[in-house]
């Protein structure tokens, strides 16, 4: 028979090792050690001009184990597993998605170059991009999802300084705004040179390894808070970047230095909740659009920020976004109760079921009121600016049944006074 290309939810249980390297272990022990003993001095030698970056690996050569800051069996296992999902070259697995995040953004940015982001971002990343990036002589503008390709070209143009990379976060945390990953690629080339490609790095945290593949429009790196929807069950903290050979080994590279690699019980806990990723975003998602609609229709709900309600005429840039380069809604929205911060409140301090706690992608629903938390660094002009409201409240769903999550919506709804006022109408998203 011709050979078969298994699909990466299948391979999610295999791929990477074999049973015989672990007398005979059907899952990958947890190599927990801080050191690995070299068969010969010279097989030592190899292992370090590879890790320091002295000549890259020859044909056929394995990529040797020296010490777990550089490298550990199980987060290798991880990271070819988590190349499949995005068909990437290569994999580095932090100990935080803001690790990640960081380290992509210190090996390519240097003084001088301008960074151009989307907005909003993960209150995390905005701040150090905003307040720390500046420090150092790096430059930052900031893009909205309404302007063009012409308009982006004309600010940077504007600034006078070498674009090295475009940052993007799409959907954009909290409001689910999208970017066209196509535009932004074409932006990055206009300013690109043949001896300067200016990077785009796409923060994919929101979709997943599963609803969006931003390598297969242009990116160089895939970004995850692996924390959320790869761990997917609020038990460990991670974060994972995908991209080519010759990109990711600058990325481990620095990696090795700052320190900040994922220790081995973090990569089997990943390895073992990959398994069921597919599965359980599906769920999630498919359970999302219950919640929503319920939502959508609530009395003291204003409006809803939910991929699967942009309208094809109303919406239409954000629609024919979320057509071309999506593959799911998602599992992650937001809705404005009435009554602003005393209303989100009301909501937040009255749920039995859904925990009021920060995070999302996990197998538990999580809300949390982005104006004063995972966004209160963010300075309040600006988060008017992009609609995160006091009366907003960000819900990832999980995978409980959605029967449960919406009567829990429903009686924490109750408890939120009734403003007197027609509740405003909207079927789109934000943003």
Known sequence: MPNHKFKPESLMMSHGYHPEWSEGAVKCPIFQTSTFAFPTAEMGKAHFEVAYGLRNRREGEAEGLIYSRINNPDLEILENRLCLWDNAEDCAVF?????????????FLKPGDLLLHSTPLYGGSDHFIRHFLPRFGIKTLEFHPDHTEEDISRMITEIQAPLAMVFVETPAN?????????MCRAVADQFSSPDRRVLMAVDNTYMG???????????????????KYIGGHSDVIAGAVCGSKELMQ?????RTFLGNMAGPWT????????????????????????????????????????LGFLDPVTDAQQYDIYKRQYSSAGAMLAFEVEGGEAGAFAVLNNMKLVKLAVSLGSTESLAQHPDTMTHAGVELAHKRALGITPGMVRLSVGVEHPDDLIWDLEQALARVPTAGVAKGQMAGVAG
């Not at 600058?250 to 620095?254: A, E, I, P």
């Open 250 to 254: 600058r990325v481990k590279g620095l």
């Open 209 to 227: 390894p599963l609803w969006q593949h931003p390598l297969q429009w242009g990116a160089d790196f895939s970004i995850y808070s692996a924390t």
């Open 95 to 107: 100990e935080s998605g803001m690790s990640a995040i960081t380290t992509v953004l210190l090996e």
């Open 267 to 306: 990569g089997w806990l990943l390895l073992r909740s990959l398994e069921t990723l597919h599965i359980r975003m599906e769920r999630q998602a498919a359970t999302a659009a219950r919640v929503a609609e319920f939502l959508r229709d609530h009395p003291k709900v204003q409006s809803v920020h939910y």
């Open 174 to 182: 909290p409001t689910n705004a999208l970017y066209d990953l196509a």
